[in-house]
């Protein structure tokens, strides 16, 4: 464990109080008391006339320690400690060097003046754990910024850099030499000619604000978080500093904040965000391991895959040669490439500055032998072993000795790809989603002889790259794909047995899902899954039937399982394709009966469960919030239920396993049946969070 340090120092009229609790500087009980003792030693000393408190290069503070929330804490908490903080006599300067984040960034709102450094960024994310800022960030902010300004950074927890903090006003300084001295600078020249700028007493910010403005505002920013509790929670308290005295904004903010904490919404969060620092967890792998230098990388292939791919790189620094020995391909995909990013910079995903220096990153080849100077290769071209195997054959002889070789295959065995190599261990499955450049999720397939460290620099590189990695074992369709699979199964299942495309659907968009299963085939293009089929010899009647008998592809012809208007993605149910499926169904002796709602999303959810149990227990995953971590990222399972593992856990696996149970005896179906581990987990009374807990 890291030693926790909070140290006084002087510099002549000034003092200074770090932080060193690393790895950022977290706000736990004992970094609490050290500030406090320290700043009381600093108000009582007749010689200090300023106060700067300063963290680490890093991170000035990530925020609360989130092992602590439920808890009995030490004091002071952090509001007492906030408010301490602002109604010192003498001038408090928060110096930021890196990050100051929830509980760091309000106490950084407490201090009476800021002095950023150039690489600082400051964020209130307490929303993205199903909260709101809970220590004053809902009324202070409103306060040194005005309401309507302050809305986004709380709504959407998103950072806000340096320079973004200056022009808002936050900061009242960013400097570019030592930020630290800088600051202490700053203390001695304000230390006696300068009021203390106390923003709890700042009403005047938030008095006469325009309310139609502000509930635009927070209209705009609703629309995008799909219904959760949180981000209305934000707008309540950011709404109540415009109407009440700070004193009651924080009874509100204090009100809202533990409502949320408790709810299940939260809950589900808060698992994903240790889900996340867990799946980095190896087995196998020691924790001293350092992963292998990579800065400049390879993508194989300009189509759509390798396309994001390549941004997701440059975007996240890295120098990236994308090649493909078709000029035409190769000039298509790098204007796709340069169009995207436009678009992302007109929505402001991106500044003019971002897109220049990303683009300067990425550079353009049809020559394969300009593998040899990369770090990492990162295959993206058609699912297709042959192929596959005969470029993993040229890199193993062109590439330089220690170089990451990496396939985006989706469920090819990553095994037999590294067969062809005399360097199996270099190679690892590194499977995106699409649209790459914008889905997180990035399952690391680790082959039976990829090396511990190949392991933990896909880890380093697709954190660098913006996305969630997950360490999966080699199988068909690995988990995320092998799972669906099961579902879809399911799905067709339903159609057969009575339910028509719109009902399945619209259960699963109520239950939480952006779109349904069957809208979300017909975006895909309903000709892909049908050739993965033919390839494999399977057959699924009713969309082979769509696209051999009706020539229907989905929304690209607009017409698949729903019909499409011309510039229009809603589907609109179509008799055509309930005549075919009901034909289907008297073909293949069904007689039809009605569904409940509830009874599709148990369909669609429970036979996902099942499947990830029987990966679990074949150890394709570690862990089952792996599981929760890669349908949230990679499958739009709704946010709120923390991942369908830990939704099973809310529901009860022993009901998970009954419900299987009574279904597989109503369809017939031996797929049904709960799975060896779910049925273990049923009959013991255990959850897949005990699962987790035993494995460690």
């Given at each position: 464990m890291s030693e926790t340090k909070v140290t006084i120092q002087k510099d002549g009229e000034v003092a200074i109080i770090s932080i060193a609790s690393p790895p950022v500087n977290a706000l736990s009980g004992r970094v609490r008391q050290g500030i406090w003792g320290h700043l009381q030693a600093a108000l009582a000393d007749p010689e200090i006339k300023a106060i700067v408190l300063a963290g680490s290069a890093r991170a000035f503070s990530g925020g609360a320690d989130l092992t602590e929330f439920g808890k009995s804490t030490l004091e002071p908490g952090l509001n007492p400690l906030i408010d301490g903080i602002e109604a010192a006599e003498k001038p408090v300067v928060a110096a930021v060097e890196g990050l100051a984040y929830g509980g760091g960034f309000e106490i950084v709102l407490g201090a009476h003046y800021r002095v950023l450094g150039p690489k600082a960024t400051l964020a209130l994310p307490e929303v993205k754990i199903g909260i709101?800022?809970?220590?004053?960030?809902?009324?202070?902010?409103?306060?040194?910024?005005?309401?309507?300004?302050?809305?986004?950074?709380?709504?959407?927890?998103?950072?806000?850099?340096?320079?973004?903090?200056?022009?808002?006003?936050?900061?009242?300084?960013?400097?570019q030499g030592d930020v630290i001295a800088e600051s202490i600078d700053f203390a001695r020249k304000i230390a006696d000619n300068r009021p203390l700028n106390r923003i709890s007493q700042n009403d005047e910010f938030v008095r006469g604000v325009d309310q139609a403005e502000f509930e635009a505002e927070a209209s705009r920013l609703l629309s995008r978080s799909r219904k959760l509790k949180a981000p209305q929670g934000c707008v309540a308290a950011v709404r109540a500093s415009m109407t009440q005295s700070f004193e009651q904004g924080m009874a509100t903010e204090h009100e809202v904040f533990h409502e949320l904490r408790e709810s299940d919404e939260s809950k589900a969060m808060r698992h994903l965000f240790f889900a996340e620092r867990a799946a980095l967890k190896l087995p196998g792998v020691a924790k001293a391991t350092a992963p292998r230098q990579v800065e400049k990388i390879a993508v194989l292939g300009a189509g759509t895959m390798g396309g994001g791919i390549t941004m997701s790189m440059a975007t996240g620094g890295y120098d990236v040669t994308i090649i493909d020995l078709d000029p035409a391909a190769l000039k298509r995909g790098l204007d796709i490439i340069e169009n995207n990013y436009r678009k992302t910079q007109a929505r402001g995903g991106f500044t003019e500055a971002e897109v220049t220096a990303a683009l300067s990153r990425i550079h353009g080849s049809t020559d394969f032998?300009?593998?040899?100077?990369?770090?990492?290769?990162?295959?993206?071209?058609?699912?297709?072993?042959?192929?596959?195997?005969?470029?993993?054959?040229?890199?193993?002889?062109?590439?330089?000795?220690?170089?990451?070789?990496?396939?985006?295959?989706?469920?090819?065995?990553?095994?037999?790809?590294?067969?062809?190599?005399?360097?199996?261990?270099?190679?690892?499955?590194?499977?995106?989603?699409?649209?790459?450049?914008?889905?997180?999720?990035?399952?690391?397939?680790?082959?039976?002889?990829?090396?511990?460290?190949?392991?933990?620099?896909?880890?380093?590189?697709?954190?660098?790259?913006?996305?969630?990695?997950?360490?999966?074992?080699?199988?068909?369709?690995?988990?995320?794909?092998?799972?669906?699979?099961?579902?879809?199964?399911?799905?067709h299942a339903l159609m057969l047995e009575g339910a028509m495309p719109q009902q399945i659907d619209r259960a699963a968009t109520s239950f939480g899902f952006a779109m349904g299963p069957l809208a979300t085939n017909d975006l895909a293009g309903l000709d892909v899954g049908y050739l993965v089929r033919q390839e494999r010899g399977e057959v699924m009647e009713i969309p082979d039937a769509i696209v051999e008998k009706l020539g229907r592809k989905g929304q690209k012809t607009k017409a698949g399982f729903y019909r499409y208007e011309e510039g229009s993605r809603s589907p609109i149910p179509d008799p055509e394709i309930e005549t075919l499926i009901s034909d289907i169904r008297r073909d293949k002796g069904f007689t039809p009966r009605a569904f409940s709602d509830d009874e599709i999303v148990e369909r669609l959810i429970f036979p996902l469960i099942n499947e990830a149990a029987q990966i679990l227990d074949e150890g394709i995953a570690t862990r089952a919030s792996d599981i929760d971590l890669i349908y949230i990222n990679g499958f739009g399972f709704p946010l709120w239920t923390g991942g369908p593992m830990a939704y099973a856990d809310r529901v009860g696996v022993a009901e998970v396993a009954s419900k299987l149970a009574q279904y597989a005896e109503m369809a017939g179906s031996d797929e049904l049946k709960p799975k060896p581990l779910l049925a273990r987990l049923a009959a013991e009374g255990r959850s897949f969070a005990d699962f987790d807990r035993e494995r460690g």
């Amino acid at each position: 464990m890291s030693e926790t340090k909070v140290t006084i120092q002087k510099d002549g009229e000034v003092a200074i109080i770090s932080i060193a609790s690393p790895p950022v500087n977290a706000l736990s009980g004992r970094v609490r008391q050290g500030i406090w003792g320290h700043l009381q030693a600093a108000l009582a000393d007749p010689e200090i006339k300023a106060i700067v408190l300063a963290g680490s290069a890093r991170a000035f503070s990530g925020g609360a320690d989130l092992t602590e929330f439920g808890k009995s804490t030490l004091e002071p908490g952090l509001n007492p400690l906030i408010d301490g903080i602002e109604a010192a006599e003498k001038p408090v300067v928060a110096a930021v060097e890196g990050l100051a984040y929830g509980g760091g960034f309000e106490i950084v709102l407490g201090a009476h003046y800021r002095v950023l450094g150039p690489k600082a960024t400051l964020a209130l994310p307490e929303v993205k754990i199903g909260i709101i800022p809970g220590a004053g960030g809902t009324q202070r902010l409103p306060r040194l910024i005005g309401p309507i300004a302050a809305l986004a950074p709380i709504v959407t927890g998103d950072p806000i850099t340096a320079q973004q903090a200056l022009d808002l006003g936050i900061a009242d300084a960013v400097v570019q030499g030592d930020v630290i001295a800088e600051s202490i600078d700053f203390a001695r020249k304000i230390a006696d000619n300068r009021p203390l700028n106390r923003i709890s007493q700042n009403d005047e910010f938030v008095r006469g604000v325009d309310q139609a403005e502000f509930e635009a505002e927070a209209s705009r920013l609703l629309s995008r978080s799909r219904k959760l509790k949180a981000p209305q929670g934000c707008v309540a308290a950011v709404r109540a500093s415009m109407t009440q005295s700070f004193e009651q904004g924080m009874a509100t903010e204090h009100e809202v904040f533990h409502e949320l904490r408790e709810s299940d919404e939260s809950k589900a969060m808060r698992h994903l965000f240790f889900a996340e620092r867990a799946a980095l967890k190896l087995p196998g792998v020691a924790k001293a391991t350092a992963p292998r230098q990579v800065e400049k990388i390879a993508v194989l292939g300009a189509g759509t895959m390798g396309g994001g791919i390549t941004m997701s790189m440059a975007t996240g620094g890295y120098d990236v040669t994308i090649i493909d020995l078709d000029p035409a391909a190769l000039k298509r995909g790098l204007d796709i490439i340069e169009n995207n990013y436009r678009k992302t910079q007109a929505r402001g995903g991106f500044t003019e500055a971002e897109v220049t220096a990303a683009l300067s990153r990425i550079h353009g080849s049809t020559d394969f032998e300009d593998v040899k100077n990369a770090d990492m290769v990162i295959e993206a071209v058609f699912e297709n072993m042959d192929l596959k195997k005969r470029i993993f054959a040229d890199l193993d002889r062109l590439c330089k000795l220690g170089t990451v070789l990496a396939s985006n295959t989706s469920s090819l065995d990553l095994d037999e790809i590294a067969s062809v190599t005399k360097r199996p261990e270099d190679v690892i499955g590194m499977h995106f989603f699409s649209p790459a450049n914008v889905m997180k999720l990035l399952e690391n397939v680790r082959g039976a002889k990829t090396a511990p460290e190949v392991l933990v620099t896909a880890n380093a590189v697709a954190k660098r790259a913006g996305k969630v990695p997950v360490t999966v074992g080699v199988c068909n369709g690995f988990v995320g794909n092998r799972m669906g699979a099961s579902r879809g199964r399911q799905v067709h299942a339903l159609m057969l047995e009575g339910a028509m495309p719109q009902q399945i659907d619209r259960a699963a968009t109520s239950f939480g899902f952006a779109m349904g299963p069957l809208a979300t085939n017909d975006l895909a293009g309903l000709d892909v899954g049908y050739l993965v089929r033919q390839e494999r010899g399977e057959v699924m009647e009713i969309p082979d039937a769509i696209v051999e008998k009706l020539g229907r592809k989905g929304q690209k012809t607009k017409a698949g399982f729903y019909r499409y208007e011309e510039g229009s993605r809603s589907p609109i149910p179509d008799p055509e394709i309930e005549t075919l499926i009901s034909d289907i169904r008297r073909d293949k002796g069904f007689t039809p009966r009605a569904f409940s709602d509830d009874e599709i999303v148990e369909r669609l959810i429970f036979p996902l469960i099942n499947e990830a149990a029987q990966i679990l227990d074949e150890g394709i995953a570690t862990r089952a919030s792996d599981i929760d971590l890669i349908y949230i990222n990679g499958f739009g399972f709704p946010l709120w239920t923390g991942g369908p593992m830990a939704y099973a856990d809310r529901v009860g696996v022993a009901e998970v396993a009954s419900k299987l149970a009574q279904y597989a005896e109503m369809a017939g179906s031996d797929e049904l049946k709960p799975k060896p581990l779910l049925a273990r987990l049923a009959a013991e009374g255990r959850s897949f969070a005990d699962f987790d807990r035993e494995r460690g």
